[in-house]
């Protein structure tokens, strides 16, 4: 059964940087397509980034300049890296990976940026 799992979250002061982990497991086959969403208290699940295994990325306005999506496929684990950080940013964040056509979702990971 094809699991992902997200790590990297926490509690970071504005400006700052973190960079979230989404490992898939249970599957020999590589993600073709790692995205990000995330979602802040009382509000909607947005998207915020996407990437493909060919390498092109597209990201939110919101984050762009800000935040790089990567993907390693040796490791079949897809990043976020975040920085300069705001208030705003404070959010569950959730891995969603398409693998043979499927979709799969992590389980999500809190981010909180503090002042």
């Known amino acids: 059964q094809v699991q992902l799992v997200e790590s990297g979250g926490g509690l970071v002061q504005a400006g700052g940087s973190l960079r979230l982990s989404c490992a898939a497991s249970g599957t020999q086959f590589s993600m073709n397509i790692v995205a990000w969403y995330r979602q802040a208290q009382g509000q909607q699940r947005e998207w915020i980034a996407t990437r493909l295994a060919a390498g092109a990325s597209n990201y939110a306005d919101s984050v762009k300049d800000r935040f790089a999506i990567s993907l390693d496929n040796a490791k079949n684990t897809g990043y976020l890296q975040m920085n300069n950080l705001k208030l705003e940013d404070t959010a569950v964040y959730y891995c969603?990976?398409?693998?043979?056509?499927?979709?799969?979702w992590g389980q999500g990971i809190q981010v909180t940026v503090s002042s």
């Open positions: 969603k990976a398409v693998i043979r056509t499927r979709d799969y």
